[in-house]
């Protein structure tokens, strides 16, 4: 699986970015999609994923009501709609595809299959 994401940009705080991640392949229904992001110093950190389906996501609580991951998989697409920015979600934002929940429980993603090439996102206050 080939995944790549786009979307990123500079925004002032309160704003809002949509992230689109395309996969490439025909199993792309079978793979978790997630996003985890990293800021400059710190950790990688899982935002938040979604099941096969649509039907179960996880949210990390930093962003909890404020970002909303989604997928199309007619599109071959996830993506993540991230409202009310702010600045400490400045960051290298990674879209991630794995067949195995269990893989993003790390919330640090060192087990993931397949990674797309980072998208930055710059909210400025």
């Known amino acids: 699986v080939q995944l790549q994401a786009s979307g990123g940009g500079l925004v002032q705080a309160g704003g809002s970015l949509r992230l689109s991640c395309a996969a490439s392949?025909?199993?792309?229904?079978?793979?978790?999609m997630g996003w985890f992001r990293q800021a400059p110093g710190k950790e990688r950190e899982l935002v938040a994923a979604i099941n096969w389906s649509g039907g179960s996501t996880y949210y990390a609580d930093s962003v909890k009501g404020r970002f909303t991951i989604s997928r199309d998989n007619a599109k071959n697409t996830v993506y993540l709609q991230m409202n009310s920015l702010k600045p400490e979600d400045t960051a290298v934002y990674y879209c991630?595809?794995?067949?195995?929940?269990?893989?993003?429980?790390?919330?640090?993603?060192?087990?993931?299959?397949?990674w797309g090439r980072g998208t930055l996102v710059t909210v400025s206050s």
């Open positions: 392949g025909r199993t792309f229904s079978s793979y978790v």
């Open positions: 991630a595809a794995d067949r195995d929940y269990s893989d993003y429980l790390s919330l640090r993603g060192e087990t993931i299959d397949y």
